[in-house]
């Protein structure tokens, strides 16, 4: 085989470049453009302010639970008036005295409350679990093997 000049290798290659991309150059289209369409509706604006009642406001409610199973006793009674507000609501606590809160709210008095306590603080004796068991396993018995020959 007959080595080949450097300069001859090198034209070679820049004439296979040349032949190879003989197609003619076309610049990429474009991007798409968009424009968002005009909305065909006219929203009111926002408004931030809570329109004024029609009336003064006038409810009232209660709701009791008592489950014996569970021991859950407790319950809620309001009635409201405009701006007088009164009711109460009580919860069985866990020392077995009723807890009663009765509150009022008149205007801008804010929030009365007065707290009432029904029965005496029990606190049983907690019960123990006697006295604590005994975990002896019996001694273990070894037996000396006695060899066999067969």
Not at 37 to 44: E, K, Q, V
Request: negative net charge; glycine residues 6%.
């Amino acid at each position: 085989m007959i080595p080949l000049p450097p300069q001859l290798v090198l034209l070679s290659a820049l004439v296979a470049i040349a032949l190879a991309d003989n197609a003619p150059y076309r610049p990429s289209p474009p991007p798409p453009t968009y424009s968002a369409p005009t909305p065909s509706y006219r929203a009111p604006a926002p408004s931030y302010n809570a329109p004024q009642p029609v009336s003064p406001p006038k409810y009232d409610f209660s709701w009791n639970v008592k489950d014996d199973y569970s021991g859950n006793d407790y319950g809620h009674q309001e009635a409201r008036d405009g701006y007088d507000t009164q009711g109460s609501y009580y919860v069985l606590l866990p020392d077995g005295r009723l807890q009663e809160v009765t509150y009022t709210v008149n205007g801008d008095s804010g929030f009365v409350a007065q707290v009432n306590y029904q029965g005496e603080a029990q606190y049983p004796a907690q019960q123990g679990y006697g006295s604590a068991p005994s975990y002896q396993a019996p001694a273990p018995s070894y037996q000396q093997p006695r060899p066999s020959y067969a």
